[in-house]
């Protein structure tokens, strides 16, 4: 089955800053690669994806680019503010009907 | 809110004791999933249902039984839990035929003691 490596576990940076978080992937059938914000005692909340048939998708301040060829995405984040500070999944399906498998998540901290 | 609602939210139980969680969507969704989710580890699949049926069991102990009996609630029952158990229970849901994103639900925080 999908196997997804998250890192780094943790990050710290200061406001202002860009944050970078890298996710690799084992199944070459995974098409669908979603990234998910945790905040302290809510659950987990879609903040962008991307498809298989895109290499890069950006939503303001956030952007997540796609190696289909080395089977890893990544989650960017610039300008980072306080409110960022949360943890972070990414996760990998292989379409319609089959469940995200995700990562271990990222800790970001982001200091004022 | 995203329309997956969890009860309950905060469950004390013992290990002789059977009990069951419940989750229902009003997304119109198809597709619906429990995950795990403990300190210091990803969020794990456990069960997946689609169109109603269950597609995907991973590897989850028989203490742990779900149940869909339509596609809008899903069901968690549990029994003779251990403390190792005690985890966040996160429910989700999809729509089965798009490759879209799952919504969660706020989950139930669960202790065996």
């Known amino acids: 089955g999908e196997n997804v490596e998250q890192h780094p576990s943790t990050l710290s940076v200061q406001e202002g800053d860009s944050a970078v978080i890298k996710c690799t992937y084992s199944?070459?059938?995974?098409?669908?690669f979603p990234w998910y914000k945790q905040e302290l005692g809510k659950r987990p909340q879609l903040i962008i994806d991307i498809r298989s048939n895109v290499g890069e998708k950006k939503d303001q301040r956030i952007a997540v680019t796609l190696n289909k060829t080395a089977k890893h995405f990544s989650l960017h984040i610039t300008e980072t503010q306080p409110e960022d500070s949360a943890v972070y999944f990414c996760?990998?399906?292989?379409?319609?009907?089959?469940?995200?498998?995700f990562g271990k998540g990222t800790t970001l901290s982001v200091s004022s | 809110e995203t329309g997956v609602t969890q009860t309950p939210r905060h469950l004390v139980m013992g290990m002789t004791n059977k009990k069951s969680l419940k989750c229902e969507q009003h997304?119109?969704?198809?597709?619906m999933y429990w995950y795990k989710q403990s300190a210091k580890k990803p969020l794990e699949l456990m069960f997946v249902?689609?169109?109603?049926?269950?597609?995907e069991n991973n590897s989850v102990p028989s203490r742990f039984s779900p149940e869909c009996p339509n596609s809008s609630h899903l069901f968690l029952h549990l029994h003779t839990l251990q403390p190792e158990d005690s985890a966040l229970y996160l429910c989700?849901?999809?729509?089965?035929?798009?490759?879209?994103?799952?919504?969660f639900g706020q989950g139930t925080r669960l202790t065996v003691v």
């Open positions: 249902y689609s169109l109603e049926e269950r597609v």
């Open positions: 996760a990998a399906s292989m379409g319609a009907g089959t469940a995200l498998i």
């Open positions: 989700a849901s999809s729509q089965a035929r798009l490759n879209t994103e799952a919504f």
């Open positions: 997304l119109g969704h198809n597709a």
């Open positions: 199944d070459s059938a995974s098409n669908y």
